[in-house]
Nanobody, 124 residues
Framework: HVQLVESGGGLVQPGGSLRLSCAASGYIDSHRCMAWFRQSPGKEREGVAS????????YYADSAKGRFTISQDKTKKVLYLQMTNLRPDDTATYYC??????????????????WGQGTQVTVS
């Protein structure tokens, strides 16, 4: 059984930075993909960034390119999302997810079997 726990959210001013963390426990198959999603009220859940557990190849949504960086500490089984130059429209609940490798490029929610509880990011 895989468990994901996010942390690091909070209130930040526009232009500021935050680093989100996601601690994973249980067996994460090395072929899987890890990702960060976000969802704000009234909007669909959006895949922000994803990374292959094996290989460190990362993909980003257009909204995240140049501002967000996804990374992982494989030894500690922790996933990170470094967010810089934050904007008010980045305000959302951010979720960590683990899924099949097919989900790394498209980041569709149904491709991810495991989800964290979410951490709130507010840019204001």
């Amino acid at each position: 059984h895989v468990q994901l726990v996010e942390s690091g959210g909070g209130l930040v001013q526009p232009g500021g930075s935050l680093r989100l963390s996601c601690a994973a426990s249980g067996y994460i198959d090395s072929h899987r993909c890890m990702a960060w999603f976000r969802q704000s009220p009234g909007k669909e859940r959006e895949g922000v960034a994803s990374i292959y557990i094996r290989g460190d190849i990362a993909y980003y949504a257009d909204s995240a390119k140049g501002r967000f960086t996804i990374s992982q500490d494989k030894t500690k089984k922790v996933l990170y999302l470094q967010m810089t130059n934050l904007r008010p429209d980045d305000t959302a609940t951010y979720y960590c997810a683990a899924g099949d490798t097919s989900g790394c490029y498209n980041r569709l929610t149904y491709q991810y079997a495991y989800w964290g509880q979410g951490t709130q990011v507010t840019v204001s």
